[in-house]
């Protein structure tokens, strides 16, 4: 670790020993990267390993519903500006993945870790965080996730009085309400395309009242802060006034968002603007997401969405029709069982595009792309899908482990 002393004990240091040893065996057998068994085991031999390997690094953690893993790594990239960074970059974001990620890095300064909503309260007490960047909240995993108002008043009461910086998302009154119980709070005006989940004020239940891009509580007077940092257009102003340029390779509007809280994240830390930005250029994909693969002969766009809000996104960033869409979901336990959440995406968005429908839910989708209006074939499989593809670069959406199958198959 970083700094003189080290924070291990004999116990901690088998158990990290032997969280890697079964992580190594995991991915010999070929079930992944062994990440979560190996982490499991390390906190079964020393359930106090992830505030130990903690404790001598800046923790940044990163939490949302949406775009949770690629502002982990743009943050993470901007950071390396100021010294050796680790993360769970693969997005294990669970405390079993979070101290698998950590116990890999003896030599790191910084610990920029990505955290699943359910778990960021808990985590923040293990890791004593310097800062804590929260995105936005929407519903996601409709079986078994807490409702949007639930979580939020978890991160609220988990948050009040940390000693972090909490970088908040402005425009979502749902992270607003969360971050409100801090001391520290930066204001970033990051935006929010999805608004369904946050017509009712998470402080009274009053009706929300929408302006432009303002919002405030007629009944209580909860409103949106004054933010010091805001994205705008292809610019990030930071609270000096000062614009500065956003070149990312990563498409969409999401993506500048990420990359404004990102810089206001890395200005905590002494990384100006500029350069954070600059180190941001490098991340071409997250995991996967955003790459264009061959297969078949064919350009595939893989892109990831899970839920609402990352439909309405992603829908933003296809190519413009006639380009061929592929749709693919499935309804296994990563993904929550319950696809009711399909009938709040606005499919009539994709009108004009051929549409082609795979993955274990593909009739749900077929039923509601129906009433939707939309043209779409089912297909069995990607293969078949791609070779009844008309010209032009294949956009494919899927949900999560849809989105691990496409990846498996079309060698990603």
């Known amino acids: 670790m970083a700094g003189n002393s080290d924070p291990l004990t004999p116990r901690a240091k088998i158990a990290v020993t032997a ?75 669970m405390p079993a993945g979070i101290t698998s990620a950590l116990a890999g890095g003896s030599d790191a300064k910084y610990g920029v870790i990505e955290v699943d909503e359910k778990y960021l309260a808990g985590v923040a007490r293990d890791t004593a965080p310097k800062c804590i960047a929260l995105l936005n909240l929407s519903r996601d995993q409709l079986d078994r996730a807490a409702e949007t108002r639930m979580l939020a008043e978890n991160w609220r009461e988990g948050l009040a009085g ?99 809280s990102s810089a206001a994240v890395a200005a905590v830390f002494g990384v100006p603007p500029q350069v954070a930005l600059e180190r941001m250029y490098q991340v071409q994909a997250v995991a996967g997401r955003y790459d264009v693969v061959q297969f078949q002969g064919r350009d595939l766009r893989l892109l990831l969405a899970k839920n609402p809000a990352g439909w309405l996104e992603t829908f933003s960033l296809i190519d413009p029709a006639p380009a061929p869409v592929i749709l693919s979901v499935n309804a296994r336990g990563a993904d929550g069982t319950d ?38 074939q089912v297909c069995d499989t990607v293969d078949q899908a791609v070779q009844q593809c008309p010209p032009g670069r294949i956009e494919v959406i899927a949900n999560y482990t849809a989105f691990q199958d496409l990846r498996r198959r079309v060698g990603n």
């Open 162 to 260: 940390s000693k972090a910086v909490v970088v908040a998302n402005a425009d979502d009154p749902l992270v607003v309400w969360a971050a409100s119980s801090s001391p520290n709070v930066v204001w970033v005006a990051a935006g929010q395309m999805w608004k369904d989940d946050a017509w009712s004020c998470p402080s009274c239940g009053g009706v929300m009242q929408r302006p432009g891009d303002d919002w405030f509580c007629g009944e209580c007077g909860f409103r949106r802060p004054q933010p010091s940092w805001a994205l705008s257009g292809d610019h990030v102003l930071d609270p000096h006034g000062s614009a500065w340029p956003i070149h990312l390779q990563l498409p969409g509007r999401a993506n500048k968002a990420n990359a404004a």
């Open 19 to 93: 969280g890697k040893a079964v992580a190594a065996a995991s991915r010999a057998a070929g079930r992944g990267s062994g990440s979560v068994i190996g982490g499991r085991v390390a906190l079964k031999l020393d359930p106090d390993l992830l505030a130990r390997l903690a404790q001598n690094l800046d923790v940044i953690l990163v939490s949302a519903t949406n775009g949770k893993t690629t502002t982990t790594r743009l943050i993470a990239e901007a950071l390396r500006a100021a010294g050796p960074v680790v993360s769970n970059a693969l997005g294990a974001n």
């Open 339 to 376: 696809t009711s959440w399909l009938w709040d995406v606005d499919y009539t968005r994709l009108t004009g595009h051929p549409i082609f429908v795979i993955g274990d839910r593909k009739l749900d989708l077929a039923v509601r792309l129906e009433v939707a209006n939309q043209h779409f």
